[in-house]
Nanobody, 122 residues
Protein backbone atom coordinates (compact mmCIF):
# COMPACT_ATOMS: atom_id res chain seq x y z
CA UNK A 1 0.00 0.00 0.00
CA UNK A 2 1.40 3.37 -1.00
CA UNK A 3 0.19 6.80 0.01
CA UNK A 4 1.13 10.02 -1.71
CA UNK A 5 0.23 13.26 0.04
CA UNK A 6 0.12 16.57 -1.78
CA UNK A 7 -1.38 20.03 -1.67
CA UNK A 8 0.74 21.69 0.97
CA UNK A 9 2.31 25.08 0.53
CA UNK A 10 2.82 28.56 1.91
CA UNK A 11 -0.46 30.32 2.67
CA UNK A 12 -1.61 33.36 4.59
CA UNK A 13 -3.45 33.15 7.85
CA UNK A 14 -7.18 33.06 7.31
CA UNK A 15 -6.97 31.35 3.96
CA UNK A 16 -7.94 27.83 2.93
CA UNK A 17 -6.08 24.82 1.68
CA UNK A 18 -6.98 21.33 0.51
CA UNK A 19 -4.63 18.45 1.08
CA UNK A 20 -4.90 15.27 -0.98
CA UNK A 21 -3.68 11.76 -0.40
CA UNK A 22 -3.71 9.25 -3.21
CA UNK A 23 -3.77 5.60 -2.18
CA UNK A 24 -2.60 2.72 -4.32
CA UNK A 25 -1.94 -0.95 -3.91
CA UNK A 26 -4.78 -1.90 -1.61
CA UNK A 27 -8.53 -2.05 -1.17
CA UNK A 28 -9.23 1.60 -0.52
CA UNK A 29 -12.67 1.01 0.97
CA UNK A 30 -11.22 -1.31 3.61
CA UNK A 31 -9.05 1.43 5.11
CA UNK A 32 -9.92 4.11 7.55
CA UNK A 33 -7.90 7.12 6.45
CA UNK A 34 -6.36 9.59 8.83
CA UNK A 35 -4.46 12.85 8.77
CA UNK A 36 -1.80 13.68 11.30
CA UNK A 37 0.55 16.62 11.60
CA UNK A 38 3.90 17.38 13.13
CA UNK A 39 4.85 20.92 13.96
CA UNK A 40 8.51 21.91 14.30
CA UNK A 41 9.96 20.53 17.51
CA UNK A 42 6.76 18.74 18.44
CA UNK A 43 5.39 15.24 18.25
CA UNK A 44 3.14 14.10 15.48
CA UNK A 45 -0.52 14.39 16.48
CA UNK A 46 -3.91 13.33 15.21
CA UNK A 47 -5.89 15.73 13.02
CA UNK A 48 -8.80 13.87 11.43
CA UNK A 49 -10.01 10.43 10.41
CA UNK A 50 -12.68 9.06 8.11
CA UNK A 51 -14.00 5.51 8.12
CA UNK A 52 -13.73 3.19 5.17
CA UNK A 53 -17.35 3.80 4.26
CA UNK A 54 -16.97 7.53 4.65
CA UNK A 55 -19.89 7.71 7.04
CA UNK A 56 -17.88 8.32 10.19
CA UNK A 57 -15.45 11.15 10.80
CA UNK A 58 -13.61 12.52 13.80
CA UNK A 59 -11.51 15.63 14.30
CA UNK A 60 -9.08 16.97 16.81
CA UNK A 61 -10.28 19.93 18.79
CA UNK A 62 -7.63 22.08 17.14
CA UNK A 63 -9.21 21.78 13.68
CA UNK A 64 -12.82 20.94 14.48
CA UNK A 65 -15.17 23.37 12.77
CA UNK A 66 -12.45 24.53 10.37
CA UNK A 67 -11.66 21.32 8.56
CA UNK A 68 -13.43 18.62 6.60
CA UNK A 69 -12.09 15.20 5.78
CA UNK A 70 -13.57 13.37 2.83
CA UNK A 71 -12.80 10.50 0.50
CA UNK A 72 -13.43 9.64 -3.11
CA UNK A 73 -13.57 5.95 -3.86
CA UNK A 74 -13.52 6.56 -7.62
CA UNK A 75 -10.01 7.98 -7.39
CA UNK A 76 -8.83 6.32 -4.14
CA UNK A 77 -8.10 9.71 -2.69
CA UNK A 78 -8.70 11.23 0.71
CA UNK A 79 -8.88 14.96 1.24
CA UNK A 80 -8.45 17.38 4.11
CA UNK A 81 -10.06 20.73 3.47
CA UNK A 82 -8.78 23.31 5.91
CA UNK A 83 -10.11 26.83 6.27
CA UNK A 84 -9.44 29.85 8.47
CA UNK A 85 -5.86 28.70 8.72
CA UNK A 86 -3.87 29.82 11.74
CA UNK A 87 -0.16 30.19 12.33
CA UNK A 88 -0.33 27.18 14.62
CA UNK A 89 -1.52 25.02 11.71
CA UNK A 90 2.02 25.16 10.34
CA UNK A 91 3.27 21.58 10.22
CA UNK A 92 4.11 18.64 8.05
CA UNK A 93 0.86 16.83 7.33
CA UNK A 94 0.82 13.07 6.94
CA UNK A 95 -1.91 10.81 5.65
CA UNK A 96 -2.16 7.28 6.90
CA UNK A 97 -4.24 4.15 6.36
CA UNK A 98 -5.59 1.81 8.99
CA UNK A 99 -7.58 -1.40 8.94
CA UNK A 100 -9.30 -0.34 12.17
CA UNK A 101 -12.68 1.38 12.19
CA UNK A 102 -11.73 5.06 12.56
CA UNK A 103 -8.79 5.25 14.93
CA UNK A 104 -7.21 8.37 16.32
CA UNK A 105 -4.06 6.67 17.59
CA UNK A 106 -1.02 6.60 15.33
CA UNK A 107 -0.35 3.07 16.55
CA UNK A 108 -3.38 1.84 14.64
CA UNK A 109 -2.05 2.99 11.29
CA UNK A 110 0.11 0.61 9.29
CA UNK A 111 0.68 2.70 6.19
CA UNK A 112 1.95 6.27 5.96
CA UNK A 113 2.55 8.82 3.27
CA UNK A 114 5.65 10.96 3.02
CA UNK A 115 4.12 14.17 4.36
CA UNK A 116 3.38 17.54 2.84
CA UNK A 117 4.48 20.84 4.36
CA UNK A 118 1.91 23.46 5.25
CA UNK A 119 3.26 26.84 6.29
CA UNK A 120 0.89 29.55 7.44
CA UNK A 121 2.23 33.09 7.44
CA UNK A 122 0.85 36.23 9.05
Amino acid sequence: VQLQASGGGLVQAGSSLRLSCAVSGGDFSSFAMGWFRQAPGKERVFVAVISGSGRKTSYSDSVKGRSTISRDSSTNTVYLQMSSLKLEDTAVYYCAASRRMWPTSQLAYAYWGQGTQVTVSS
